[in-house]
């Protein structure tokens, strides 16, 4: 269960994203069903699944003697990924996008298994994910504020979508391969 300390941005988000969970529930802790105060009916949280035990984030394969104590070799480090990008088309191919695509909000187990967690902030119909780990922001959405489309080179506007999901996953594939970001951040 995930309890806001302010009530939800909006209510109708996190219904829409109740209505796609169960077609990703083995991949994603989507909301399953909204938690609302008895006495004023407002949405305080939602229910999602528990994550099995012995997942760790995708941040940790980064660290080349971090994968060797957990056993990921190079061949088991691909099938991760492979798994994760599966998974990522599973979610587009629902409606939604993840937005907010980074190595701490996917988790590994070992075994080949990838979640998708902290997913209330996925985008999903006409309502944008309004959070973002820089370091793996498409380039073509910086602006001021990411809640709104913004002007890119050919003046139309973008918003969060398959590719900026795409851009994220390069990036966190070429950190967990070199154990540097693209721009030689950490």
């Known amino acids: 269960m995930k309890l806001y300390k302010q009530p939800p941005a909006s209510a109708d988000k996190l219904r829409a994203l109740c209505a ?4 990703l529930d083995a991949i994603a802790t ?8 008895v006495r004023t009916g407002a949405v305080l ?3 999602m699944a528990l ?10 394969l980064a660290k080349l003697s971090v994968r060797q104590q957990l056993g990921v070799d190079f061949a088991r480090l691909l099938s991760l990924f492979s798994t994760l990008h599966g998974e990522l088309e599973a979610i587009h191919l629902a409606g939604a996008v993840v937005g907010d695509l980074n190595d701490q909000n996917e988790l590994f187990d070992p075994k080949g298994a990838v979640r998708f967690i902290d997913a209330d902030s996925f985008q999903v119909g006409g309502f944008p994910c309004e959070v973002v780990t820089e370091a793996y922001l498409d380039p073509l959405l910086y602006g001021p504020d990411i809640t709104r489309p913004c002007a890119t080179h050919d003046g139309k506007p973008r918003w969060f979508g398959r590719g900026s999901d ?3 996953f ?4 070429f950190r967990s391969l070199t154990g540097v970001h693209p721009f030689g951040g950490s």
Do not use: M
């Not at 796609?20 to 077609?23: C, F, N, R, S, T």
């Not at 994550?51 to 940790?60: D, H, S, T």
């Open 30 to 37: 989507l909301p399953r069903a909204l938690v609302s105060d």
């Open 20 to 23: 796609i969970a169960p077609g």
């Open 170 to 173: 390069a990036a966190i594939l």
């Open 166 to 168: 795409w851009y994220a």
């Open 45 to 47: 949280g939602f229910t």
């Open 51 to 60: 994550c099995e035990p012995g997942f760790e984030p995708l941040a940790l």
